[in-house]
């Protein structure tokens, strides 16, 4: 394998794993949590409880999305508030994701792959790229 090929199946890696992540995140808050348990988190932090659902959302189309390869950059920098906001939601649980409440650690390093993703593009078998291609010509 070239080096560019290398770095384009890395960043289709990197970026399938940050759109399964997320997706996996959203349902926790569907299916687990409930969204109106989610909200009534979201609320004793001050926050207002629709933004649980918002979060779902964003999370699982966006998670989609990343998956699919559709639309890498935008949505990868649409994603990190969702991730900053998580940040400051467990910031004052410590560094250690594991530690009671959960850390910081995590979604600070998601924010930071998230823009990593958006620098990088979709990488290889990405419907963005599926875009771009042109039709082989005919004879």
Do not use: C
Not at 30 to 49: I, K, M, N, R
Not at 78 to 95: C, D, E, Q, R, V
């Amino acid at each position: 394998m070239t080096n560019d090929q290398l770095t384009a199946n890395g960043t289709a890696l990197l970026r399938v794993t940050l759109g399964v992540a997320a997706i996996s995140h959203g349902l926790l808050k569907v299916f687990v949590f409930t969204l109106p348990g989610a909200a009534a988190f979201f609320e004793s932090l001050g926050l207002p409880g629709f933004l649980a659902y918002v979060t779902a959302l964003v999370e699982i189309i966006g998670g989609l999305a990343l998956a699919a390869g559709f639309q890498t950059r935008l949505v990868s920098l649409a994603m990190i508030p969702i991730l900053l906001g998580a940040f400051w939601a467990h910031s004052g649980n410590g560094w250690v994701f594991s530690n009671a409440g959960g850390g910081w650690e995590y979604p600070l390093f998601w924010a930071f792959t998230l823009a990593a993703q958006a620098m990088l593009g979709s990488g290889a078998y990405a419907i963005d790229d599926m875009q771009t291609r042109t039709a082989p010509a005919k004879a």
